[in-house]
């Protein structure tokens, strides 16, 4: 299994849900995150006065995979998230040792698949 975490603009995210739930996920966690990379923040206007917003929005996704659909799933969040610009986002996939669905006591793959 894999562990799939996707920092991405929060404009971005009914496009990558799509994408996500069609390449066969069936299930994810959703947080909204402040952050900076390359970037490093940006400067604003309010009101005639210039400040800097050092930490952006982001939103970040948390999704267990099984190993067959994780470079699917992956290849569907960078296509969506990607508009170009600074700021798009980065994706982490680790190996997922166990997972463990409460309700029913299943193991494994049968705990994050549909």
Do not use: C
């Not at 739930?21 to 390359?38: D, F, H, Q």
């Not at 929005?57 to 969506?80: F, G, H, M």
């Amino acid at each position: 299994m894999k562990f799939i975490i996707a920092v991405i603009k929060p404009s971005r995210l009914d496009a990558v849900l799509d994408a996500i739930t069609e390449a066969g996920a069936s299930g994810l966690t959703v947080t909204e995150v402040r952050g900076y990379g390359r970037q490093k923040g940006k400067t604003e206007v309010y009101r005639g006065a210039e400040y800097e917003v050092k930490l952006l929005p982001k939103v970040k996704l948390e999704i267990a995979v099984p190993n067959d659909i994780a470079d699917t799933v992956v290849q569907a969040i960078s296509r969506t998230a990607n508009t170009g610009k600074i700021g798009d986002g980065k994706i982490f996939m680790l190996d997922l040792e166990q997972a463990l669905r409460i309700r029913t006591g299943e193991l494994g793959e049968n705990a994050v698949a549909g």
